[in-house]
């Protein structure tokens, strides 16, 4: 398992490419249910609001999901014990 760098994002560590490739294939399948949603909405006299909770509950499970994968840590602040 090769290790990747990882964001540049202060709590992100680097990531192993199996991790990164697993993140990007939710971003795919996150993007075809939203993708899904705009279609549905433009087709239909839906209430908005039920879309738009809709869209803001799948972009909050994929980011969930995506941090469980990553599992970003606690950032060290300037004067917390052992910080430079």
Known sequence: MSMT?????AG????PQDKIDQVNANKVAEE????TIDRLQ?????DPRMFALA???IEQGFM???R??????RVVLPGDPGAA
């Open 12 to 15: 992100y560590t680097d990531q």
């Open 64 to 66: 969930w999901l995506n």
């Open 42 to 46: 433009a087709q239909s006299a839906g």
């Open 5 to 9: 760098r990882g964001l540049p994002v």
């Open 32 to 35: 075809q249910v939203l993708r």
């Open 55 to 57: 869209r803001t509950n």
């Open 68 to 73: 469980a994968i990553f599992r970003p840590e």
